[in-house]
């Protein structure tokens, strides 16, 4: 966990999944997703090494895809 990151579950099945919010200018480490991990984004914008992703995208990253996310306002 960092500083601006709030993370909220949603279900207990499998590996479960969660609602992530992090504030703007949140930094975080680069990491591995076990499993892959799936990104809907809701409201601001997403963006990491990979590109910028606004309002409406759906992005899914493979298992043991690495990416690090950069700061901007996303949900």
């Known amino acids: 966990m960092v500083p601006g990151l709030t993370v909220m579950p949603l279900m207990r099945q499998g590996l479960g999944s969660t609602l992530v ?9 680069p990491h591995r997703h076990f499993g892959g991990e799936e990104i809907f984004v809701v409201d601001g914008v997403f963006e990491d090494e990979h590109g910028r992703y606004p309002v409406g995208s759906w992005i899914r990253s493979p298992h043991m895809s690495m990416h690090r996310k950069r700061p901007a306002m996303a949900y």
Do not use: I, L
């Open 21 to 29: 919010r992090w504030a703007p200018q949140t930094y975080f480490n």
